[in-house]
């Protein structure tokens, strides 16, 4: 059974950072991408980050590129997201996904990611 569980969201002022983790399982980690997506209040989701297999190649929402770094360890079956310089906006609910493909297609989430995490609440406010 793939389980992706998600650690770190936190109550964090304008401008600040806080980094997120993701320990996956059930699944070999190192044959798939994976990536963030988040879901605003009383929005619906939105897709942040993604990494190929091998984490060689990275790619960003226009909203988030520049102050999000997303990076994983395939020794230890995890996902990150090093988010810098939050904005009120970021404010989510963070969800790490895994790929049904080896490296980054860029299609709808339904087609691109087939497991969910139960996700993790970012608040950024002051």
């Known amino acids: 059974e793939v389980q992706l569980v998600e650690s770190g969201g936190d109550l964090v002022q304008p401008g600040g950072s806080l980094r997120l983790s993701c320990v996956a399982s059930?699944?070999?980690?190192?044959?798939?991408?994976m990536g963030w997506v988040r879901q605003p209040p009383g929005l619906g989701p939105e897709w942040v980050s993604g990494i190929n297999w091998n984490g060689a190649d990275t790619y960003y929402a226009e909203s988030v590129k520049g102050r999000f770094t997303i990076s994983r360890d395939n020794s230890k079956n995890t996902l990150y997201l090093q988010m810098n310089s939050l904005k009120s906006e970021g404010t989510a609910m963070y969800y790490c996904?895994?790929?049904?493909?080896?490296?980054?297609?860029?299609?709808?989430?339904?087609?691109?990611?087939?497991?969910w995490g139960q996700g993790t609440q970012v608040t950024v406010s002051s």
């Open positions: 059930g699944f070999t980690f190192d044959d798939y991408a």
């Open positions: 996904v895994k790929s049904t493909y080896s490296n980054y297609v860029g299609l709808t989430l339904s087609l691109e990611y087939d497991a």
